[in-house]
């Protein structure tokens, strides 16, 4: 998981930047922010020393408000999303985002100076869904690590919904252990599931 964070850290800053620089590609925004994102990072101590409350603010502040939750959550759950009621399908949202959240942080506090490098995109004019492409190197290992980000524009911008890492998608991966609650306890007992998870990871996060 923590080979995520790098990427989608500068993904998230790119995709902000792009919806107001509309006339510069994707993969080249992506590739200017990534590198000015890896020098604060690699240059802040407190980060790099595991301070997770200065990187949960980070992801709060910089990743979060660039991904659609909403989109994000109903792909997860997949048929069962149309039975949930508004209210759930909101805390569904609330508490997926929170999961991904300490997710993340922990992920960040691992970060070891992986380069990434963006490839070419595919992109046509009036596009209003793309997949951005890149690698993740890792000194020492031979085999570069594939992430792609799945993005659509919305009349906020250009937003995450899906991030594949080595062929692996987060929406599908997740939606094989939320089906699986839903046919145990519905989609009640996956609220609660997330939920009662969710202030786990929160007691974990506060006691490092």
Do not use: C, H
Not at 52 to 72: C, G, S, T, Y
Request: charged content about 25%; overall charge positive; glycine content about 6%.
């Amino acid at each position: 998981m923590r080979k995520w964070i790098i990427g989608l850290l500068s993904m998230a800053l790119s995709i902000a930047a792009l919806a107001q620089t509309a006339d510069v590609a994707p993969d080249v925004l992506a590739k200017k922010v990534t590198d000015e994102v890896l020098a604060i990072v690699r240059a802040d101590k407190d980060i790099r020393a595991g301070n997770r409350q200065k990187v949960l603010d980070l992801v709060e502040a910089k990743i979060l408000p660039n991904f659609d939750f909403v989109r994000m959550t109903r792909l997860a759950v997949g048929a069962p999303w149309r039975q949930a009621s508004p209210a759930q399908q909101q805390s569904l949202a609330d508490e997926f985002r929170s999961l991904l959240v300490y997710t993340y942080t922990n992920a960040f506090t691992q970060y070891r100076d992986e380069a990434i490098e963006y490839r070419p995109l595919k992109m046509q004019p009036g596009d209003s869904e793309v997949v951005i492409r890149s690698v993740i190197k890792q000194a020492g290992k031979p085999e570069p690590i594939e992430v792609n980000y799945s993005m659509e524009k919305t009349d906020k911008g250009w937003k995450v919904y899906d991030v594949a890492i080595g062929g692996i998608s987060l929406v599908q991966n997740y939606r094989s252990s939320f089906g699986s609650e839903i046919q145990r306890s519905g989609i009640q007992g996956l609220i609660t599931t997330l939920s009662a998870k969710n202030k786990t990871l929160a007691l974990q996060s506060a006691a490092k």
